[in-house]
Every structure is written in structure tokens, then in C-alpha cells.
């Protein structure tokens, strides 16, 4: 199945959220960078997801997660 790539939107929240606490990784304050997030999803469902903490000309990577299933297939 194809893996697709966009800018994270407000439907996919709930899933990034839902996919940073399966990694164990913080997910409180995602939506307040939630612009600056990336997901990859595979018939529509969110299986990874990157974000950045935009801090004036720098920015913190943050949140880094693929799901378990998909961690061997490069993305």
C-alpha cells in the first residue's frame, strides 16, 4: 500500500496524539505546533508523524514516531 505525506491537520490530532503516547514520547502541547507538523499516513490512517518547535530562526525536532508495524519499511 502506498504511504502518503502532507502538513499535519486538526483531524489528525487525535491520531498523532494517540501514536506519540504509544511511543512513549510528550503529546500535551502538540496542537500549538501543530502547523508545523508532517504525518504519513497509509489508507488514511496516521502511521508516522514529525514536528518542529519553531523558537524565532532555530527550531527544535521534536516528536519524531512511526508506528511499530511500519518501522522497517524506511520511512
Do not use: W
Not at 11 to 17: A, E, H, M, V
Not at 22 to 36: G, I, K, M, N, Y
Amino acid at each position: 500500500m502506498k504511504v502518503t505525506f502532507s502538513v499535519a491537520t486538526r483531524k489528525d490530532l487525535p491520531p498523532i496524539r494517540e501514536l506519540l503516547n504509544r511511543c512513549s514520547l510528550p503529546a500535551d502541547d502538540v496542537a500549538e505546533h501543530l502547523d508545523h507538523f508532517q504525518v504519513a499516513k497509509r489508507d488514511g490512517m496516521v502511521i508516522g508523524t514529525v514536528g518542529l518547535e519553531i523558537y524565532g530562526p532555530a527550531a527544535l525536532l521534536r516528536s519524531l514516531a512511526v508506528d511499530e508495524p511500519y518501522r522497517t519499511e524506511g520511512l
